[in-house]
Every structure is written in C-alpha cells, then in structure tokens.
T-cell receptor
Framework: GEDVEQSLFLSVREGDSSVINCTYTDSSSTYLYWYKQEPGAGLQLLTYIFSNMDMKQDQRLTVLLNKKDKHLSLRIADTQTGDSAIYFC???????????FGTGTRLQVTL | EPEVTQTPSHQVTQMGQEVILRCVPISNHLYFYWYRQILGQKVEFLVS????????KSEIFDDQFSVERPDGSNFTLKIRSTKLEDSAMYFC?????????FGPGTRLTVL
C-alpha cells in the first residue's frame, strides 16, 4: 500500500531557507501535494506538482520531485516567523481520489 | 475567497450516541471527502463522494459511518454509535478536480 514519510521536526532561523523532505512508496503517484497546518486550523493547500514534472516554483516556494528516488521536497525561501506550522506532504496515486498523508514536519522559525 | 466550512467546531458526546458532523463544500466543487486525524497520528482518508454516491472508502469507514448530501449545499458525516476510539479531528474537503481544499475541522470527543 501507499506510505508517505517525513521527518518530524525542523528548526531554521528567520531569513534562512527551509527544506522539508518527504519520501513516498507508490510508483503510481500522479499528484503530490504540500499542505500547511497552523495551530487550531485546517489544512491549507500550498502547492502541488504533477508527477511528470520535476520542479515547480510559486513565489517563495519551490517543489522538487525526484521520481526515481520517490523523493519530494519543499523549499521555503526567506523563511518568516509566520511560516511556523506543520507541513504535510500527500500523494494521490493512480486513479484513486483519496490523498495519503505523511506524518507532518513541524517547522519552527527562530529569531 | 470561497472556503469549506464545518460545524460544529467541537462536539462532545457520550459513547454509543449518534453524531452528525456537517460541512458546506465550496459551491462549484463536485467531489467531497471526509478525513480524520487522531491526536498525534497521520491524517487518514475515510470516504469520497461524487455524483451523489460514495466513490471510494477506506477500511475505517465501516457500517457505523454514513455520508449524505441532503441538499445542494451540505455534506454530512454520521457516526451511528460512537466509540472512544472515534475521538479525533474530522476534516471535510472538496475538490473541483485534483486540488482538495480542506475545512477547519470538527474536533469530536467521545467520553
């Protein structure tokens, strides 16, 4: 079955770049997503990438996809304190409609 | 910007009672979903709904669960006889195609 893994915690200084990593197992993944969850809030869709792409950039966010290694990353440039949150990677496999989520990475931004 | 809304934000119930969690998806979306997140665990898919019927469901979504779209705007999740292990955050999502937009969640506490 599908499995999505992430490291649990990342701490960066304000102004630095953050890189959050994710690995997945399902080779039939079609779309891969990044969601942000702030305390007490729902899941906010940040960006997503189709599996035939290897990079997508959207303002401060850059998504890199390595299909061979089944590795996805989210880079946040010029990280701000408002970026402190839990970041979830998720995949959609084949023709399924469901998303399979990773464990989430807690990003802490320090001054 | 249109958002998915959910009510109530917090529901407390006694074990064995029935609960109905309500969601208002984004108005022009066609696909609807329920997910749950037990404290400290991954976000798990429960069910997807399209064209007035269930399109996919997980092993978690057993006979005690049901979904309904009673009118043109609401999408509900009913849990018939709640168990302690049903305590979780329940998220509704809606989608026009490949992007899933989540509501803020309902925290269900079963005592």
């Amino acid at each position: 079955g599908e499995d999505v893994e992430q490291s649990l915690f990342l701490s960066v200084r304000e102004g630095d770049s953050s890189v959050i990593n994710c690995t997945y197992t399902d080779s039939s993944s079609t779309y891969l997503y990044w969601y942000k969850q702030e305390p007490g809030a729902g899941l906010q869709l940040l960006t997503y990438i189709f599996s035939n792409m290897d990079m997508k950039q959207d303002q401060r966010l850059t998504v890199l996809l390595n299909k061979k290694d089944k590795h996805l990353s989210l880079r946040i440039a010029d990280t701000q304190t408002g970026d402190s949150a839990i970041y979830f990677c998720a995949e959609k496999a084949g023709t399924a409609s469901k998303l399979t989520f990773g464990t989430g990475t807690r990003l802490q931004v320090t001054l | 910007e249109p958002e998915v809304t959910q009510t109530p934000s917090h529901q407390v119930t006694q074990m064995g009672q029935e609960v109905i969690l309500r969601c208002v998806p984004i108005s022009n979306h066609l696909y609807f979903y329920w997910y749950r997140q037990i404290l400290g665990q991954k976000v798990e898919f429960l069910v997807s709904f399209y064209n007035n019927e269930i399109s996919e469901k997980s092993e978690i979504f057993d006979d005690q669960f049901s979904v309904e779209r009673p009118d043109g705007s609401n999408f509900t999740l009913k849990i018939r006889s709640t168990k302690l292990e049903d305590s979780a955050m329940y998220f509704c999502a809606s989608s026009p195609d490949n992007e899933q937009f989540f509501g803020p969640g309902t925290r269900l506490t079963v005592l």
